[in-house]
């Protein structure tokens, strides 16, 4: 670990539940992750989306902050983030998720004894998407809701604990579902907000069920839609703010005081396209830093009516993340700055320290380097210089040192509590990346995994023969059940056996064993053209009219589907020769009588002269067309019409 000088954080969100954040790349939150009721100050969790690696920033009493190292989190491409007691009853956990990995894994990450503590949940579907925590009852460690997609049907299921309380299935997904604390009055209550159809929700988890659904109208929203919330009127009900990324527009409603509905949305117009809003708590009136796409930044205040920039903040930023009462962090690379919310001085900087992966003491099943069934069960994050671990099962003491300025200080004993079964300890001594730091993964027990056989991979039919692939799977989970689907979004089938394929496709596979469940696996398996054959011969297993090797270069099936919205289905650009993902590739034939035909820098147009009475039109978008009114000759029996130079044009007959 490493102290970076640093003024202290008040937590002054303690009530409610942190929300998540997400700008370039990178998912965040805040929570108390120190030292149980004692430890009040406002602690920060980042993740980076891509690798899944994670790091928390601990405020310190003594105006520092212990960073811990970049540590694997076992999961990459990160969807989901949720900060609560989701165990403990002193301080947060934090939790994530991601699409095909098939569980939620809980870190515990504690000062006092710098090890992280990890625990899967494995919800009942497949196919885990987004998780938000919510305090369904009332006295108890904060719940867990947890949302995804088995390929047929939108799933949700509420945690307690490892107790799961309820599980259901919907038409429709849950997307970008985020816990709201919309009244902050004694007593007030929690909101679950989300969007789904393109429309925003509201609605409430109960220990049985999510009920009370109310849509908010006159906000039509997409896959770049995000939000946040404040109490910025003075008042004790929250605003909430919806933005596109990549827009300079948003849109603020509140839920009515008699919980019927919503506000009229309210518009708010920021100077550039907006990368993520942050709300920076005040005691009386809540502030909006905008962190827009080119990574400069400004500070507003917003009294519900009214937006009114108080100043540009100096510099780019990475990110912007709330601080407690009246202040907030910028971070660039790995500088960081704190910032006053009331003006946007400077009160604080410094820089991140340089991170490694890896942990300094693994724990094992049996004896390292004897017993060949000896596993990898736990790793934990203890000191700097660790140099001894004694104990059995889930009761260990492990012993380090701390560097310090004048060399090693005194060793600390510390109580840490591996996988049931750790029977060894591997002890690494300092902790970057030397020993064990190179041997061990993620903290926490082995994920298991899942094998499909040959694993993808082009095939080429034999002459006056069908494709025909066996593919078989394997798993590391003794006596589990196997699951594999065709594509990415058909019905998951149990298997006993191989599978023998036809076509080109997908084959993705998970295993289940009681309620532990492995990752999705995905196996893409395409057909080859022999070269022998003339440009004329295609081969179509499938039958649709659109050759295999065509439908494997844009990733499309369907003929009639249309990629670019530019008027031709995809069968008419597979005979025109066009692109199916570009409008721009060539004029649009939108009727069987219209025929294009490509040479070098122009396009003709042709059609029967038996059509005369029909007229040649011409549109940009698709919305507005035009006769054509000249240019047109007679060539035989056919109509022509001659494009030079062809840019973005839409054509049709009428």
């Known amino acids: 670990m490493k102290k970076i000088a640093l003024l202290l954080f008040p937590l002054s969100l303690a009530a409610q539940e942190p929300l998540t954040y997400e700008a370039f790349g990178k998912l965040y939150s805040i929570g108390n992750f120190g030292q149980g009721p004692a430890d009040e100050f406002t602690d920060l969790v980042l993740i980076d989306q891509a690798t899944g690696t994670f790091q928390v920033g601990f405020s310190q009493a003594d105006q520092a902050v212990i960073w811990t190292q970049a540590t694997e989190s076992g999961q990459s491409n990160i969807s989901g983030l949720a900060v609560g007691q989701l165990q403990n009853d002193d301080r947060d956990e934090f939790a994530l998720t991601s699409p095909f990995s098939n569980r939620v894994s809980l870190f515990e990450t504690n000062q006092s004894t710098l090890t992280t503590n990890t625990r899967h949940l494995y919800p009942a579907e497949p196919g885990t998407e987004q998780i938000t925590p919510f305090s369904i009852n009332a006295n108890s460690p904060v719940d867990l809701l947890v949302f995804g997609n088995n390929g047929l049907s939108a799933t949700s299921q509420a945690f307690e604990g490892t107790n799961s309380l309820w599980q259901g299935t919907e038409i429709n997904r849950f997307e970008q579902p985020r816990t709201i604390d919309y009244d902050k009055s004694p007593g007030g209550d929690s909101k679950l907000v989300y969007r789904q159809l393109n429309?925003?929700?509201?609605?409430?988890?109960?220990?049985?069920?999510?009920?009370?659904?109310?849509?908010?109208?006159?906000i039509v929203t997409t896959d770049n839609t995000r939000l946040t919330y404040g109490f910025f009127d003075g008042s004790n009900n929250a605003h909430l703010l919806f933005f596109d990324r990549g827009t300079q527009i948003a849109r603020s409603s509140r839920i009515t005081q008699d919980l019927a509905g919503w506000t009229t949305p309210a518009t708010l117009n920021f100077p550039k396209p907006l990368e993520a809003l942050v709300t920076v708590a005040r005691a009386n009136q809540d502030r909006l830093v905008a962190l827009y796409e080119d990574r400069t930044a400004s500070?507003?205040?917003?009294?519900?009516?009214?937006?009114?920039?108080?100043?540009?903040?100096?510099?780019?930023?990475?990110l912007i993340a709330p601080l407690g009462a009246g202040q907030f962090l910028s971070k660039n690379?790995?500088?960081?700055?704190t910032l006053n919310a009331n003006d946007g001085a400077l009160i604080e900087a410094g820089v991140l320290p340089t991170t490694v992966t890896g942990s300094n003491v693994l724990f094992v099943s049996g004896?390292?380097?004897?017993?060949?069934?000896?596993?990898?069960?736990?790793?934990?994050?203890?000191?700097?210089?660790?140099?001894?671990?004694?104990?059995?099962?889930?009761?260990?003491?492990?012993?380090?040192?701390?560097?310090?300025?004048?060399?090693?200080g005194n060793p600390s004993t510390q109580p840490v509590s591996p996988n049931p079964g750790s029977e060894h300890a591997l002890v690494n001594q300092f902790l970057p990346e030397v020993s064990v730091s190179l041997l061990n993964g993620p903290p926490g027990a082995a994920t298991p995994e899942v094998f499909i056989t040959p694993g993808g991979g082009n095939f080429l039919p034999v002459e006056d023969e069908s494709l025909e692939i066996p593919v078989s799977f394997s798993t590391t989970l003794d006596a589990?059940?196997?699951?594999y689907r065709l594509g990415t979004n058909g019905p998951w089938i149990e298997t006993t056996g191989s599978l023998s394929?036809?076509?080109?496709?997908?084959?993705?596979?998970?295993?289940?064993?009681?309620?532990?469940?492995?990752?999705?696996?995905?196996?893409?398996?395409?057909?080859?053209?022999?070269?022998s054959l003339s440009p004329g011969d295609i081969i179509d297993f499938n039958n649709n009219g659109l050759s295999d090797q065509w439908e494997e270069s844009f990733g499309i099936t369907d003929p009639l589907g249309d990629e670019d919205n530019d008027g031709a289905n995809n069968l008419e650009e597979f005979e025109n020769q066009t692109d199916p993902q570009d409008p721009l590739s060539g004029s649009i034939v939108v009727s069987g009588q219209l025929t294009a035909q490509f040479e070098e820098g122009k396009v003709i147009l042709r059609w029967p002269v038996g059509l005369a009475g029909l007229n040649l039109e011409s549109s940009e978008n698709l919305e507005n067309w035009s006769v054509?009114?000249?240019?047109?000759?007679?060539?035989?029996?056919?109509?022509?019409?001659?494009?030079?130079s062809p840019t973005k044009g839409f054509y049709r007959l009428r």
């Open 501 to 531: 394929l036809n076509t080109a496709t997908t084959v993705q596979a998970f295993a289940r064993k009681g309620n532990v469940t492995s990752p999705v696996q995905s196996a893409v398996f395409s057909s080859l053209i022999p070269a």
């Open 199 to 218: 429309q925003i929700f509201s609605a409430d988890p109960t220990p049985v069920t999510i009920t009370n659904k109310k849509a908010l109208t006159g």
């Open 628 to 644: 054509v009114l000249s240019g047109i000759t007679q060539e035989g029996s056919f109509f022509e019409f001659e494009i030079v």
């Open 480 to 483: 589990a059940q196997v699951f």
């Open 299 to 318: 500070l507003f205040s917003y009294n519900g009516t009214s937006l009114t920039q108080i100043t540009s903040l100096p510099g780019n930023h990475d």
């Open 367 to 408: 004896e390292p380097f004897v017993n060949p069934d000896a596993s990898p069960l736990f790793s934990a994050q203890v000191g700097q210089w660790t140099t001894v671990a004694s104990g059995a099962n889930s009761n260990w003491n492990v012993t380090a040192l701390t560097q310090t300025a004048n060399g090693l």
């Open 333 to 337: 690379g790995n500088q960081w700055q």
